[in-house]
């Protein structure tokens, strides 16, 4: 069964970068498309970003286009998030999960049922 590991959330200042990670496992596939998702206290989950199996599509939230960078490394079975110039209003529980990726609106997939893991938390004190 695939299952999904993040990691690379910390504390960090106005301004800063952090990288997450999504390491995958559990399944001998490697070609499918992967969201980043996150989710504030009191706020709604929010589809963050998206990448198709192969990397050459990709798909962000107007919230962080232009900040954010996501890939991927097939080999390694690991997608990866790089957000730079955080802001408070990037604090939240970041989740990465197999879900399509759109070409259109990201938002279509903020509220795919899918199977959360624990997450990573990013936190950047206003």
Do not use: H
């Amino acid at each position: 069964q695939l299952q999904f590991a993040e990691s690379g959330g910390g504390l960090v200042q106005p301004g800063g970068s952090l990288r997450l990670s999504c390491a995958a496992s559990g399944s001998s596939q490697t070609y499918y498309a992967v969201g980043w998702f996150r989710q504030a206290p009191g706020k709604e989950r929010e589809a963050v970003s998206c990448i198709s199996g192969t990397g050459d599509s990709t798909n962000y939230a107007d919230s962080v286009k232009g900040r954010f960078t996501i890939s991927r490394d097939n080999a390694e079975k690991t997608v990866y998030l790089q957000m730079n110039n955080l802001q408070p209003d990037d604090t939240a529980v970041y989740y990465c999960a197999r879900v399509p990726c759109p070409k259109t609106s990201i938002n279509i997939i903020s509220r795919f049922d899918v199977s959360l893991g624990q997450g990573t938390q990013v936190t950047v004190p206003s």
